[in-house]
Structures are given as structure tokens and as C-alpha cells.
């Protein structure tokens, strides 16, 4: 039901092609479900970098003038949910400043977790800020005088910086890709016409036709230009941290990310889940879509028929009014109808890839029940969400995850479902190929891959754990 | 392949509920899928018809002062792809006038087969048409001075047309449901706290959580008004002409209809189909979501795993700006992205409801074959479409139709698979629990339930077997 | 203080010229000031009409993709606000329908008195009627079907009408426009390019630099084809009546209609008000636009200098968000600020050319005092106003003309001066040239010179005098 | 015909009143005719700065629901056409940031000629600039570490930017304004129930019935806050230099700037110009509405009766679609409409305050011609403009300008008028009461009050006199 979740950010690059912004339009399109807050692409001539940014979603922000007036070679784009910052257009991304080496672009995707740190130091040496994005802090070190050269000046910023960050630079006529050491969030390269491609998830490739080549390393710089792609690498080695969430739900199961098909590991989920739940039932659904591919391979393992159990409507927009006088039930079914006639006197295993607060989740439950269902097993494919996120995501505050506040039979008990069952740690990490190691689990295991230092603790604690996530205002609170 | 049709039209309608236009919208949402060209709502307090339209989905053409503005406790509601009249603002319905009984407004679905003649009749008796839609039509017959009660100059009316046609009628106080004597289309009724609920889905009664109660009849006509609802069968017993198609492509997998669950009639499409064109193959996939019904049945019948081969990007929208210099496969993967990692080196065997011109269809297998697909079979769950239809649905003339144009093989190779399979007439028909003979399947057949005479068939001939199904002016020519 | 008044309909035509649609654009355009609320076009190329018609201003109206579509060769025009009907997309006009001849579309400018009596002896004859517009009946009664020609027809049809009515008819290929015998609302012939135009008035020839011809005739009909120009003159000959209003406030000061400049005319009506009124003074100062001629004739005529007291602020628009918490004074200076350094100390005519509700007219005054001007004279150049127009003016009911309530002591009191003038009934017709007879001076004598029969009459008493002009409803009541 | 010029900017400011947002709406909007191209407004609580800006007109950027959620007692606005930086939102004022003593918001009026300069240091020092406006550079220096105190800090910043400035500052608890020492551009102090008011034309507090104090001094900071008001004046004495072009054509008639009403000082223009420019005519027409004072003072000072020769067609707006395969003339019709009835046959004198270009000035007076008038004598109420202006007017270059390359003969041919007269310098500086050593002439005497370094001279030789004054590209262009 991760559906409650906002998602966060997408990013896009390209170099050397000539219809640069319209391919970067089509990338960002594939990578709308990565943020559907607002979106922006800069695009470079070589010379200038021309802007065009956004509230809302790709389709909606650009008109086919925005995209002809784009003309160059280069591009970078980005599509938003932030985790930092407030939902204005002020901070959509990319951010595009002129500073002493010229003009450059910035976009990124993740959570620094030493930005108000920095932010506060820059500050007293001056420096002012129109945003409340990472970007700019971002940006603002780049600009240090200090440094003779621009990769100098690339190198100390990106080692200044602490946290999540996958993110994309444009220069007048070069195009920078950087992954975190932990390598947290994804980031592909791949090769169209000749022209280098980066992007966040391997279907803005598919999307484009574009080969994919391989993924950008933690801890790498990729710099492309007119003399082709070079790599810095300016940490120490360290183990890696991906984003275990990325493949329960962020990311599209067409896409490969972290050496996995998404598809493939949720449908492992599903079979694993199938193997540490079973239960005797006559039918499995899927939650859809993002439970379709688990919900699968539970069937699979198991020998329960699949079945489509919720019709969804696809119909549902922005705009759709709420009927305020009615029931939360009535709510859920204008998204996701039961199918009465394969549901009636059916003992039903559903299937999801998470449960965040748990309310939407009783809602849907109690509509198969309706529908007449005889029993109802719930199974998820990942485990309790108990811990909150600083690498990106925006989950709710402890005091609102119901696994925090519940035990698993109040949880049962509250859903209304004859059993539960969550995946374990193990069984989740037992899905992909890689070292289990190399994943950060942290929301559920509570086991933070990366320090963050006393005083941003400070910050985190005050924010997260108080149950305040969200600030009321959007605006920076006046400095003492 | 069917999403190559426009859908033709959506009917709801209800009586006394304190929340009439309100519970019109969210029961016009969920009929959406038969109509995104235009939505219109008509209410009324007992004295006062008001109406609300506009072109697009209902969404968007209501805002929430609309229905706020319009109090009253019985209302109907249209949403329209229409296959007579043209795509304009003065073609949306319902359809409200004043008359000498007050008046009244109407909304249709279906295509009246004598229109033109009645339309020629009325002008000639010194009648005004200010749109050209079947329901002005109506409302003229309607308007007649010669009958004394307002119901014996609907019976008359009802009698006169012919053709396909369910209607809702509102006047100040009643709400009158019809239903042509074939039943081509469907027209449900449910009751909800005690109001009357009339839907061309069950789907529409489910978002309510109303009660189905029953089907209306062919060729009855139900009037509600204070005293409660009461029946008229004007017409001689004839056998019903369900439109087979409904349950094929056109109405919602979790509606019943014609006395059958759709996604359980797809389900038999489907295992029909694996019984007729089996193949030994590793995966079934469907493409979303007109084929997951049928595909899930293949799986079920043949044993091959189901798969979802297709990743649907849901954002699609009106305004997606279509990359104009690429290829057309391009603009497939938009839709569609293969999830390669699913379909590499397999045999795989594609499910769809329906071709019709075959080139989409075309596209979209290319992808597969390009995402590393060994052998693709594919299979349908309708026989090949040969025929035009003249009771509402807008299929291409026979020279666009691939199955009037090439043969099996032909296709085959066109669609450049390793095997096809249609569905037989006589399979498809196994699929549904009533008499056979029940239903209408003159699109495969060419067997036209309803006769219609010489002049009719001089316009129809003219109009859908000429090639010109598709007049390129909206506007209606000039007469001599 | 006129502009309290909404006005009411602007009427273009133009015959065989390739631009049609364009140029009616441009003649609408500068008919603006006759209609704010709704704007439509319609043209034909011979063989097909088409309509576009939309809520709002010409300009907000019409895209230049809506002007490109519209291909053809003659075109009629209206801009609307309508004094019958109520203000919906629907009422908009022209009015276009198909009926036994064909296609015709219709543009009205005026009040039939006999409407409600026509519209309901149409519908007991089986008529349905989709607007409140007098259009709407006046095409209804040219579908009659006894008719051998379309001559008769129309002949007849302009026969059954009674009241107001400047007509302009648009078919397949003639052009039509069309007088009341008493020549109630202007309407002018001209010549472009060897291209027939007619229009409400003769700014809209000069906007397109046409030749004024003349005049429409009272009770004329010309018929405008292929063939050239004709006309018909089916009534008895009459005297005219033309409404002194539209010299007053309504035309455009650079119009000539009724045979006058409409500046000139204005600027003698100044001139007899400085006669009628003289009084010693500093400064004459207008009403900004509507008083402005009429103060410059009473300047010139008293030799008393002419002065800008009102900063006319253009920028006023629709959307203007109004200081909900201020007074209404405070509103006033939204549109005009008083120059007090021209208006400090001084004795100070103010001219405007009619007092309606008073209260407008009182909040200016106000701010000119405040400003400082040591005395104020009011001028107006018009007679009280104190009856009711049937013939297609909104005034307000006779309970908010203060002209009716007040006595002229009352109002100089009301609106705090030190002297008020009206000019005189007689003093007004001396300004035009033609014969004093020739005009409707209704609302100020409440001589009405088109009798209208008892039924009308009680309905207009009900409706008119009762104070009750405006029903809040803007749908038709239900019928008994 | 200044209207050829794109104005340039409005400030508004307020401290003390709990409407402080919907106060600086209706202030903007007095202002609307400095600055069409974009609006803002910041408001502060006491603790936040809540921005809210626009492309577009004050009436289309702010709706009501944006008003209501700017709460605050203090506020800042903004209206745009800048000199400086290009038609984008990002360069929209007021401008807002963070940095170490909180949130600061600026907007500014005029034209730094250091800002370039600035800019380049301050970007050798690591700043990193988002916009291309003189705001930012002002913001940065403002943020300077190196002050104790806010007040230091602002005095710096103020005494290092040169040229033309008056600016309005907020911060959470202060609202500052700030005037250039030469005083080019107006600025001026109002109280309202307590509250004082900034504005730059005293039209903005007559809207507000706030009482006009004072104009701010040149060279003068004051500092408003919750201890009242309260001066600075950090610079020297020097003599002020305030832009006769605000009273020639820039400021509202009803507005009183550098001590003079600008109605009465445009009428001693007319009059002087009467005095230099005598000729035998019948009448006098101002091209409305920037000629009309003049006009009216040639008027009064001749005794030639003035008269309205020009018809303005108010409705013409932004979106307003030009008739293509039309003349030029054609063009100006629809903006102007002359009043045959008044000028055929007549000897006309045609005053208005400038000529720029020259091209609309000559339709405009053939328009007048083709209407009838036997002799035209053109007027001008300023000298000939020959200089570009380096303190915030945006002229056109050298090159454009006709005066710089006709002779005033030839001018008199291209304009095909009987007569031509320009009023001279001193009889220009003749009109206002103050020191006439106290105003910039730069643009028609070439003496620039401001010298400008060797670099700052070559920037702006380059930009302005090569005849490239507007850049096509809206952007920065590459650093070397």
C-alpha cells in the first residue's frame, strides 16, 4: 500500500544527440512515477543554457513550443517529490545559476543529511538562498573561489556533501553524472546514437531505445564531453548501501537497477513470501499494481489460481471530487472496484508490497470482504516499516507506521484479515542477487549505514522521530 | 486491440436521493470507460431542470461549485463517445428542452437505424434541429400536439424508433428508464437508501454501493416518480440481440451484464481459446488490460504460466506530446514497455480480445520480439471483425477492417508471429450462460438482427460500406 | 452613469468576401461595447455553416485557430448581451439550426413583445425550444411548413414578430438583414471591396475601412446573394421611432446612426444643457468616456473651461479582486481618480450623460468633493429616466430608478450638490436632425409607440413593474 | 506615442496594517501602467515572508484565495518591465531570500550602471546568481559577513550600488525604502490609520484615501518599524537629477512627483508649446490619453477649441488577434477610430508627448487625414529624444530613434503633416516649478548627470550604442 507514500525524484541526462530536450521529455515521461510534483529539463547549445521548468506532471508542464524553443545538444531534466524543501515552484529542479566559470545546471536525487549544516556555514560566509532544496547548497559550494578548476571545485563539493545523492550536472558543453559512495539511490548510463544517456531507472533507456551500458558506480564521477566519458573516483572504497525500497516498490519492475530486474526480485518476494506464509486458500490477488508481480510469483510458488480481484480505474486524476459526505470505503472503491463474481465464497490471499499506515489497507480489505469473500490471508512482501528514512523517502513520522504502534496481531485485528503474514529481513534480502551486505534496510531494521554526526542527530530527532515530519509552514523559519 | 475504438456511450439515472447530482458524478465516473469525449449531467428539484456539460472526461467537466449548484433529488447523466452526430459541445447530452408539457431532458445509447428518415419526416413538417444527435429526434417525436397524455406520446415515440437504443429520460418529476426491444445495450436498475438507480454497468452501482436489483427488459420502459416505479411493455415479444461485444471488449471486467459476470465470460474466452489454438509455449501475457481476463483463462486452462509481459504507463494523458520524428514503435513503447527480463528466450504466447485494423497490434508485438521474445503466438479471444455495425458501435469501414482485407495467413504474417488464433463464432458464444441465439454478432456474422429497409440501407451502404465511415466535415451537408 | 446598464446586442454581416470570418472578427471587435457577454460567428462557404460561439469578450472568445477554420465567404456575427434569456453558453448566439431547407443561422438585436405568446402557441403545436432566446421563436415560425418558398416564409415571419428587432440571417449562400418597421435599433449597409456588409453600427464599416452606403430602412428586408442586392418592404409604411438612447449612451461617439453623428449629437446636447442650465463656474468636467462630448459642448457653449477631472484607470478588468472590507468609495477610485490638482478650490460642472440608480453617480461626486472642488454642479444630458424599455434596453425596475422615486430636490440631496440639471424632453430631440416624431422617448415620456395587446401587457406588467426584473432563476419555470 | 515604450517598474510598500496584502494588490494596481509584464507581492507576519508573483497583469497574477493566504501586517509589491534582465518569471520582483540574519525581500525601480561590475566580483568571490536582475547583485551585497549589524550592512550595500534606485526592502519586522542621491525615479511616503506607505507615484495612496507626508529624499534610507520611522542619509549632498520623462509621459496625470501635479505640469507643456508652436487652426486633438493634458493646455493657451478626434477602443488586449493580411493602418484603426464628424474638412493641430520611432505616430495621423481633415500640425510636448537613457527607460537605440536620423524637416515629410513642432529644452523645463538644474535631460541634451567608469562606458557602448539594445537570447551568455 505504498501508494500513500510520495514518491521522490527522477533524473535524466543526455549528451551528444540533437533533439536532446524532446528525448529528455520522453525519458522524463518513463520516470514520472519517481515524482509527480514537477518537472524541468535545461538544455545546452554550448553556449547557452535555456530552462524550462514546472509545477505538475511532464504532460502537463511542457507544450510542444516549450520543447521546440529547446534547442542543443545536451540536456538534463528531473521530476520531483522532495523529501527536503517545500512543493513550490521555486523549488523544482533543476536549479540553473551563472557563477564565475559561467552557467551550470544541477538536479538531484536523494537526501543530504548534512544539508541545514552546510546551509547555516555558507550562510555566515554570505552566501544567500532562494531555495529550500539540497541543490543549492550544492551549487553554492561549487562556486568557491578557492579552486583553480572547475573538477577541483566538482571533487571537494561532492565529498563536502553527506548523504543519499544520485544527481546530474549540465555545463555549457559538458554533461556530469555522480552517484553517493553508499550508491543509495540508482543510476544508469547508456548509449543512443553515440549520445550518452544517464538515467535513474533503466525503462527511460527502453523508452528511448537506448543501450543500456552499465550502472554509474557508488562513489563515481562520470564526466562527458566532447572528447567522450571519463570517470573520477574520489572516495575510499566502501561497502554499498542500496535502497532495499527501490525494488519493493519505487522502482518500475521494468527496470534493472542494482544488478536486478525489479520484476524478477518482486516475484522472488512473492514466491519467498508463499514459502514463509502459506496458507490454504483458492485464490491469490494482487493490491494493483504495484503488488502484481509479488502476488504472482506467490501464486506460483503456491499453486493458487491468480486472479484479478480489484478492477482499478484508470480514470482517476488530479482534479476527481471527493465525495465528502460518504464513508472512506466509498473513497476506496472510486479507485479499485472488487470483482464480485470471482471473489464470492472465495477464501482470498492478497497480496501487498507494504503497509505504511494500515487505513487504506482496511478500506480495500473490507471491499473484497463485501464483495463476498470467505476468508481473507494478507500477505506482504516486505517487512514491518518501523524506522524512518534520511536517504530519500518520506515516510510518516513513527507515532503514524502502524507497525510501529501495533503488535502483528493488533495489526490482524485492526485490518479485520483472518491471518497476516509479513515477509522476514532474511526472506526480503534473500530476493536479490547481490551481497545482502550491499543493502540498506534501515527502515526496518533500524541499522542507518551511513553516521550522521551529533548535531545533525539533533536535527533528525527534532524533525522526524517528534512526529512533526511535516512542518505546516513551507517557509524557513525567521533566524534568531 | 479493441482500445483502437472509440467507446460510445455511458447512461445513469436516479431518483430520489437528496444527493442526485453528486452521486450522478461519481456514477458517470465509473462509467467513464464507455465514453470520454463529453459528460453532462441534468438534475431537477420537482419544478426545475437544471443541466451542467462539457467536452471531456467527467473529471474535468465538473468542478465541484458545478455540483454543489445543482440541488434536487432526481438527475441523469451522460457520458458520450457518440457514433452519430459529430465531436462538439452541441452534441453532448443529455439533451433538455422546454416543451408544452414543461420540460424534459434525455440521454441515449445506441444508434436509432431510422434517424434520418424520422429527422427528414419532422423537417418536413416544419421542425428545427440544432445538433445531430438520435436524442433531438426523440424529443420532437415526444413533443407531438395529437396525444393527450404525456405517456401515450412516449410509447409512441418509443415505438416509432429503430434501432439500438437504452434511454433515461428526466422530466420535473420522474425519471423514465427504456430499453429497445433486442436489448442490443445494456440499462441496469438498483436501489440505494430507497432511491431508484438506473446504469448501463453494474460497476456503476457497485461505486455507489447500491443494490442491483435487476436488468431492465428489452422493450420495457420503467417510469419512477412519487409513487414509486411501474412498467410499460409496449412491444410485440421479440428474441433479444445482446450485443456480444459488450461483454468482449466494451463493458467493465467487474460489471455484469446480459445475466453474466465480464470477467468471468473473458475468463471462458479465454480457456475456449486455449482448447481451440493450443501451443506449447512458456508464458501467457495478456496486453493490459483488455486481454488480462482472457489471457488468465488461457494460463488456467493450458497450465502455461501467466506473466505480465507489458509494464502500462499510466500517465498518458491527453496533451502527451507524441515524439513526431521518431519511429512508430516509438510511440508504442510510450503505452507499453516489454519487461525484458520477463521475456527473454521465452515462448510466448500474447492474449488480446480483439484486432481490428492489426497495426497497433503489429507494434506492440515487435516490442516483444525486440525484448528477446524466442517465439511469439498470438491468440484472440473474438473471431475476426467483417462486418460494420449499425447499432453503436464505431468500427472502421470494412476496408480498414484486416480481417475483410487479408486472410488468416496473411495476418499472420503481417503481425509477423510464429502462430495466430481467433476464438469461432460457435466458441465465443460458449462463453455466456444464455441462449446463444440471444445474442447480436452481425460484426463477425454479418447476420443483422434488426432489418432495415430500403432507404436505411441506401444511406448505410452509402455512409459505412463506401470506405467513408468517417465524414471529414462535423457539420451536416446541405440539403437540395 | 449609463454604464450601471449592461448593454445589449451588436450585429455584423458580410457577403463575398474570401475573409469573412476574419473581418466579422474585426467588425464584432469594435461592436464590442454592445455585448460583453457572449461572442459567435457564423459562416458558410456555399455549401456548409459553421458556427463558433463562446461566453466572454470577442477577443477572449476567438483563437486564431478558430478564425483559420472557419473558411467561407460571407459570415454573420453577434455580440450579446441579451435583455430575454439568461446569460449561459447556450443563449449565446448566432443561433444556428438544420430544418427542411437546409441550414440558417440567425443574429438579434432587440425585444419582440410578442415572444412569450408566440413561443407558446409553437410548443402546443409540438414544438421544443433549446434556448430563451427571441431567435430561437423567430426560427421556429421560418420552419413552418406551408410555406412554397423561403420568401414567403421569411416574409411571414417577420410579419408574426412584433417589437424590436434589427435581424441578420446567414444561409448556405445569402445574406440577410432585416429592420422593425419603427426602426427601433440601427443597423447600416456598406461596401467593401465590392463585399456587402451590414452592421449595428457604422464604426465597425469604418474599423474595416468600408464605405458607409446607408441605412437599413425601417421595415426593410434585403436579401444579399449571388445575384447582388434586393430588398423587400412587406410592412405599411410607419413612422419611425428609433430610440434616443442610443444617441445618449449606447452607440459609439465615432458611429453615425439615425442619420447623426452620434459625437455631434452628443456635443449639441451638451450645448442646449449649458442653455437650459447655465451656472457660473470654474471648470466643466466629464464622466469619463460617456459624459465626455457632452461636457466638451457645454464648455464650449458657456465658455467655461473643458478639464480632466477623472484619471480613467484602463486597467479594470473582469478578474479585478474587489476590497471586500473597504467602502464603496473605495471601489469607485478603483476606475477613476479625481485629479485634485486641477479640481482643488474650484467651482466644478460635472457632466454625465443619464442617472440611473443614483448611487454610482453619488460616489463620485463624493470623491471630487474630496479632492476638493469647493463646488459641485451636476449636468446631465439626458431626461429623468422613469419608465420601463420593452424594446431591448435592461433598465432597472421603476423601485430603483431613483428618477421614479425621488423628486428632482430629493436627488440633488442624494447625491450632495449644489445644483442639479436634467436637460429637458424638448432640449434632447433638438440635438438631432431628423424630425422630433421619428423618436422613442419611452423611458422618459412613457409614450410607448408599439401598443402592446392585453396579454403581453400583463405579463410585461407582471414582470416589469412589479420590480421584479431580473427572476433569479435562469431556467423557465415549470408549465401547469 | 510613448506607448511605444515598454514602461518599467512600480514599488509599493506598507507597514502597520492588517490588510497589508490586499492593500499592496490595489497599490500594484494603481502602479499597473510602470510595469505590465509581471507583479509580486511579499508580506510578512513578523515571522515568515509569504511571496506570491506573476507574469502578467497585478488583476491576472493574484487571484482572491492567494490574498487571503498572505497574512501579515507589513508588505512589499512589485510591478515589472524591467531595463534590465529578460521578460522571465525567475526575473520577477520582489525577490526573496535567505541568508544569515533570516529572509529579506527587495524590490527595485531604476537601473544600476554598476551592476555588472558588481556582479562580476561578486561571482570571483563564489556568488551564484539565479536571475538576471540588479535585485540579486543588491541582495548579495547585503549579505556581506563582514557587518556587525543589519544597518551597517544596508548603508554599504546602498553606498556601492551607482545609478538610478529607489528600492523598497522588507524583512521580518522592517520595512525599508531608499532612494538614489540624484533622485532620478519618485518614491514616496504615505500614512494610512497609522500605517506608513511607500509608493512610487502618489496615485497609490489616493486609491488608498492614505494621506500623502512627503516624497522620500534623495540620498534618503528610512527604516519603518515597530518604533515608528525613522532617516538615514548616507551620502553627500549632491544635486538631484529626477527623470523629466516621468512627468512628460511615465507618471499618472493625477499623481504629484518631484512637487508637481504631472496634469498641470503636461498642460503648462501644451501651453508653452502653444507659445512656441502658434498656428491657424480650427481645432485641437490629443492622441489619448498621453496627450491629452498637453492637448487641453494648447487648448486653452490658443483658444483653438479642443476637441476628441479619437475614438479609444478600450477592449483591446493582450490576447487580441491582429488582422495579418492587413495594412498597418489597419492596425492602428483598431486601437483608434477618428471621429470623421468632427475633423472633416477641419484644420487640425495634433499634440501628443513624444515621438519615438515615428511609424505609429505617421498611421495614426493618416488615419486622421483619410477622415477628412484639411491641414495637420503635429505638436510634440517634449524635445526630440536623440540619447539613450542609462537610468531604467528602455529606448529604443540610435539607430530606431528618428529624431537621431531625420532632420526635422525630414521628419515633417515621413509624418506627411503640414506643419511639425517640438517644444524646446527650456521650454520643457519651463513647465515645472522646481530648479530646472534639478532634472536629467540625458535623453534629449546628452548630458548624462551620472558619470559612469571606463568599464561600466565600454558595457554599455556596446549594449546600447552599437544598436543591439535587445538581445535576442534571453539568456546569459557564456563567460570566457
Known sequence: MSDELKEYCGLFGIYGHPDAAQLSYLGLFSLQHRGEESAGIVVTDGQILSKHIGMGLVEDVFKPSDLERMKGYAAIGHTRYSTTGSSMLRNAQPLQVDYSRGSIAVAHNGNLINAHLLRDELEAHGSIFQTTIDSEVILHLLANPRYARFEEALVDTITRIKGAFSIVFLREDELIGVRDPNG??????????????????????????????????????????????????????????????????FARPDSVIFGDSVHLVRQKLGRQLAREHPVDADLVIPVPDSGNSAALGYSLESGIPFEFGFMRNHYVGRT???????????????????????????????????????????????????????????????????????????????????????????????????????????????????????YCTACYSGKYPLPFGPEANKYILERKFSGEAHPVSAETPKKP
Chains 1, 2, 3, 4 share one sequence.
Open 184 to 249: 543509495f539511490r540508482p543510476l544508469c548510463l547508456g548509449l543512443l546514437d553515440g549520445a550518452y544517456v544517464l538515467a535513474s531507472e533503466t525503462c527511460a533507456l527502453d523508452m528511448l531505445k537506448a543501450e543500456f551500458v552499465r550502472e554509474i558506480e557508488p562513489g563515481e564521477i562520470v564526466i562527458i564531453g566532447k572528447k567522450g566519458i571519463r570517470s573520477l573516483h574520489p572516495f575510499p572504497p566502501t561497502n554499498p548501501s542500496h535502497c532495499i525500497f527501490e525494488h519493493v516498490y
Open 320 to 438: 476527481f471530487i471527493q465525495p465528502t459526505q460518504q464513508s472512506r470505503e466509498f473513497q476506496a472503491r472510486v479507485k479499485f472496484n472488487p470483482v464480485s463474481a470471482a471473489l464470492k465464497g472465495k477464501r482470498v490471499i492478497v497480496v501487498d508490497d507494504s503497509i505504511v499506515r494500515g487505513t487504506t489497507c482496511k478500506t480495500r480489505l473490507k471491499s473484497i470482504r463485501d464483495a463476498g469473500a470467505k476468508e481473507i490471508h494478507m500477505r506482504v512482501s516486505c517487512p514491518p516499516i518501523m524506522y524512518p528514512c534520511f536517504y530519500g523517502i518520506d515516510f510518516p513520522t513513527k507515532k503514524e507506521l502502524i507497525s510501529c504502534t501495533h503488535t502483528l496481531e493488533e495489526i490482524r485485528q485492526f485490518l479485520e484479515v483472518d491471518t497476516l503474514g509479513f515477509i522476514s529481513l532474511e526472506g526480503m534480502l534473500s530476493a536479490v542477487n547481490g551481497k545482502k551486505a550491499n
